[in-house]
């Protein structure tokens, strides 16, 4: 027999409603509720918390009648025996659901799990592991979200694979058209050299720049360093502090910065070339992993 009717009796007779008395207990008002609907049972402990609140005791709520004092009393210790053996059957609360607010009576029902959630600090926030106890109906919920969640990111990666594969199509043909538009007016001018080179030069371009859109190789990040070196700090330069030494700076400041102009240039032309040549081989491998779905 639940202690539903009983509760919500003594609740509305102490002028409480639901969620004055989940707060005096510090738990929810669903939890309230579930006990006073008997789809739940309070702990023994919350029990006791419970009369001393409502100001009543474990027998009015479980409606046990005290025998009365008859000639034979010999019957009154069976009758708290079997009291106590009622209050026994009572399995354990385990622990109770955060998802549900449900009690958990059973081990094979109760699972500790983790989740990540940001806490801030002043103005940033960082990322800490929480352990948050579940049922088993809400653990499979929580599992199907996940699978759910990671099906989405999946569609969308390969969303984006397929977009960087059409134009690591669409751009290089239209470079390599150009050149081929070039070659075939040096040859039609009698420029056989400039026409041939223009036709490696559109091979090289489709193949270079296929690869730079696709961007899951070495070869963007080797572009990138090589042309690194190019960008020096120049030297500091010593001068008067006069119309004369304000000249000579100035000058100077020319020089270093044509310098370090041509420097960046020479560097960036240098790695362009390498990435070219190696881009022959590198993206037939881009394009394989891209179809495979790699980074």
Not at 13 to 18: F, I, S
Not at 196 to 209: P, R, Y
Request: aromatic residues 10%.
């Amino acid at each position: 027999m639940g202690i539903g009717l009983k509760l919500k009796e003594y609740r509305t007779k102490a002028g409480l409603t639901q969620k004055d008395l989940a707060d005096e207990l510090h738990v929810t008002y669903q939890a309230v509720s579930r006990w006073e609907n008997d789809d739940a049972e309070p702990s023994f402990d919350m029990l006791k918390d419970m009369c001393k609140i409502l100001n009543c005791s474990t027998d009015d709520l479980f409606d046990i009648k005290k025998p009365e004092v008859e000639e034979n009393k010999e019957q009154s210790p069976q009758i708290i025996e079997r009291v106590i053996i009622k209050e026994s059957e009572q399995k354990p609360v385990l622990g109770v659901c955060e998802g549900c607010n449900k009690p958990i009576y059973e081990a094979s029902d109760l699972f500790r799990v983790e989740e990540s959630i940001s806490v801030r600090s002043g103005k940033s926030s960082h990322k800490v592991l929480k352990q948050k106890i579940l049922c088993n109906e809400c653990n499979q919920s929580r599992l199907l979200e996940q699978k759910r969640i990671a099906e989405e990111a999946q569609k969308k990666k390969e969303t984006e694979f397929k977009v960087r594969r059409i134009h690591s199509f669409i751009w290089p043909s239209i470079v390599s058209t150009i050149f081929l538009v070039l070659a075939i007016v040096s040859f039609v001018d009698g420029k056989t050299s400039t026409g041939a080179i223009e036709i490696v030069l559109a091979f090289l371009g489709f193949t270079f720049f296929g690869t730079m859109i696709l961007n899951n190789t070495f070869l963007t990040d080797l572009w990138i360093d090589v042309s690194s070196f190019g960008f020096v700090k120049m030297p500091g330069i010593m001068f008067t502090f006069d119309l004369d030494g304000l000249k000579f700076l100035i000058i100077m400041k020319i020089i270093f910065g044509l310098i370090g102009l041509a420097i960046a240039v020479l560097a960036i032309a240098f790695a362009t070339v390498l990435t070219l040549a190696l881009s022959i081989f590198v993206y037939p491998y881009a394009l394989y992993k891209n179809f495979k779905g790699k980074d």
